[in-house]
């Protein structure tokens, strides 16, 4: 059980482009989700966390108008990075809370993010 | 402020014991998490520890004290497929998980 799904799993795009990337949780309900950035050997970043049916909470230094974050059911949580640019080219990974079970988290298997 | 320190790489044996230490400063304490990465990939849970001692899964092993802010991961019996990425994160007092920056461990034959 606890399995948290991503898609795309790769995505290029073209500088200028939006693209969203979908995270479920196949088999829980969620309320919290979290969204995370990895560059090349580093750790993970968080950019912000996403609770179901309101609003996103961004971590300082994450624009959140480049960033959109939608979580609209208890099992969703969508990214949208608009208008890419090559810098934001990265591993997005995403991590679900289960229900009243706060020191669980269970993550996505990542979405590798290239702006051409 | 908040703070993780782990080593930033380490290498060991195939078949040996290793160490991996983590230090943490936090506003508040709600446990404290070791995953383990690889290259390309997603990080995938090992183990979880949120009272002092020590936490026995298999191969590998999980240590706190929370009076030194510390914890280690102890993996025995290395084998080629430890080689990865182990990272610490402790949770705050909003179950927020913080994150150490990763220990890369390197397995040689």
């Known amino acids: 059980g606890a399995v948290v799904s991503q898609h795309p799993s790769r995505v290029i795009c073209k500088s200028g482009t939006s693209v969203k990337i979908e995270c479920r949780s196949l088999d829980f309900q969620a309320t919290t989700m979290f969204w995370y950035r990895q560059f090349p050997k580093k750790s993970l970043m968080l950019m912000a966390t996403?609770?179901?049916?309101?609003?996103?909470?961004?971590e300082q230094g994450v624009e959140k108008d480049k960033f959109l974050i939608n979580h609209a059911s208890l099992t969703l949580s969508t990214l949208t990075v608009t208008s890419a640019h090559p810098e934001d080219s990265s591993f997005y990974i995403c991590s679900a809370r289960p229900l009243a079970r706060d020191y669980e988290q269970y993550f996505g298997p990542g979405t590798r993010l290239t702006v051409t | 402020g908040q703070n993780i320190d782990q080593p930033t790489e380490m290498t060991a044996t195939e078949g040996a014991i290793v160490q991996i230490n983590c230090t943490y400063q936090?506003?508040?304490?709600?446990?404290l998490f070791w995953y383990q990465q690889h290259a390309g990939e997603a990080p995938t849970f090992l183990s979880y520890n949120v009272l002092d001692g020590l936490e026995e899964k298999g191969r590998f092993s999980s240590f706190l004290s929370r009076s030194k802010g510390y914890s280690y991961l102890l993996l025995k019996e290395l084998q080629m497929k430890d080689s990865a990425s182990y990272l610490c994160?402790?949770?705050?007092?909003?179950?927020?998980?913080?994150w150490g920056a990763g220990t890369k461990l390197i397995i040689k034959p």
């Open positions: 994160a402790v949770a705050d007092s909003n179950y927020q998980l913080i």
């Open positions: 996403s609770n179901e049916g309101s609003k996103a909470t961004y």
């Open positions: 936090t506003s508040g304490f709600n446990g």
